[in-house]
């Protein structure tokens, strides 16, 4: 069982994109959700988490530019990232946080359910 990441593209700094995480073949709602990212030669990072309780957490080099949010009725969580730089440019990631707490989430955590991901360009 995966999710499913969507949304990425190219994208001139300053822009915007929204990225979808979707679940198809269970209930998304029950578990945290992470986004992670991987820029060209790095390792990967987290970027946001959202807990079942919709607390959210973001890294502080996109705080103010990222927000994650949840649709429970579409299963889908979402990455709104708006004044994109080419520091942003990765193939981004979702995936569940395995067991954690409903309250919070951890990017540090053990995840699961991880999607082949959607790249995001950042370039003029």
């Known amino acids: 069982v995966q999710l499913q990441a969507s949304g990425g593209g190219l994208v001139q700094p300053g822009g915007s994109l929204r990225l979808s995480c979707a679940a198809s073949?269970?209930?998304?709602?029950?578990?945290?959700v992470g986004w992670f990212r991987q820029a060209p030669g790095k390792e990967r990072e987290g970027v946001s988490c959202i807990s079942g309780e919709s607390r959210t957490f973001v890294i502080d080099s996109v705080k103010g530019r990222f927000a994650i949010s949840r649709d429970n009725a579409l299963n889908t969580v979402y990455l709104q990232m708006n004044n994109l730089t080419p520091e942003d440019t990765a193939v981004y990631y979702c995936?569940?946080?395995?067991?954690?707490?409903?309250?919070?989430?951890?990017?540090?955590?053990?995840?699961?359910?991880w999607g082949q991901g959607t790249l995001v360009t950042v370039s003029s």
């Open positions: 073949k269970f209930q998304l709602d029950v578990y945290n």
């Open positions: 995936a569940a946080e395995n067991g954690g707490n409903w309250y919070t989430c951890d990017l540090n955590s053990d995840y699961i359910s």
